[in-house]
C-alpha cells in the first residue's frame, strides 16, 4: 500500500491486518505504532502486539524484546533501499513504477 508522504503509516495498518489471508502470530512495529487503534485491530486478529509502549502510556505493556530487536534487520534492509536516491525521494509518482523500482533494488540488494 502506497501513501502520500505525509499520511501516517499507523492509520494504514487496520486495513492491512484486514486484508491478510491468515492471521499474524504477531505484529512487531516501532513506537509510532503504539496507539488504542492499532492495538484493537491487532487484538481482533488474535494476534500478539510486539511494540513498546510510548513514555506517556500510564500503564506500561510488556513485549518481546528478543522479537522486537529483530525489527532491526528490516530497517537496515530498507536504509539499504533508500541509498538509491530516486527511490528515497519517490522520483517514480506512478505507484506502479515506484512498485517496480522497489522490486529492482530488492533483487539488487538479494544478490550482494
Given at each position: 500500500?502506497?501513501?502520500?508522504?505525509?499520511?501516517?503509516?499507523?492509520?494504514?495498518?487496520?486495513?492491512?491486518?484486514?486484508?491478510?489471508?491468515?492471521?499474524?502470530?504477531?505484529?512487531?512495529?516501532?513506537?509510532?505504532?503504539?496507539?488504542?487503534?492499532?492495538?484493537?485491530?491487532?487484538?481482533?486478529?488474535?494476534?500478539?502486539?510486539?511494540?513498546?509502549?510510548?513514555?506517556?502510556?500510564?500503564?506500561?505493556?510488556?513485549?518481546d524484546w528478543n522479537?522486537?530487536?529483530?525489527?532491526?534487520?528490516?530497517?537496515?534492509?530498507?536504509?539499504?533501499?533508500?541509498?538509491?536516491?530516486?527511490?528515497?525521494?519517490?522520483?517514480?509518482?506512478i505507484a506502479v513504477?515506484?512498485?517496480?523500482?522497489?522490486?529492482?533494488?530488492?533483487?539488487?540488494?538479494?544478490?550482494?
Amino acid at each position: 500500500m502506497l501513501t502520500p508522504a505525509e499520511s501516517a503509516d499507523s492509520t494504514q495498518l487496520p486495513g492491512l491486518l484486514a486484508a491478510l489471508p491468515q492471521p499474524p502470530g504477531a505484529v512487531v512495529c516501532d513506537k509510532a505504532y503504539d496507539t488504542n487503534n492499532v492495538l484493537t485491530s491487532i487484538a481482533t486478529q488474535l494476534a500478539v502486539p510486539v511494540i513498546p509502549p510510548k513514555s506517556t502510556r500510564v500503564e506500561q505493556r510488556r513485549y518481546d524484546w528478543n522479537l522486537y530487536a529483530d525489527r532491526n534487520k528490516i530497517e537496515r534492509f530498507f536504509g539499504r533501499l533508500k541509498e538509491a536516491r530516486g527511490f528515497a525521494t519517490r522520483y517514480e509518482k506512478i505507484a506502479v513504477s515506484f512498485l517496480a523500482t522497489a522490486h529492482l533494488l530488492a533483487a539488487r540488494d538479494w544478490m550482494r
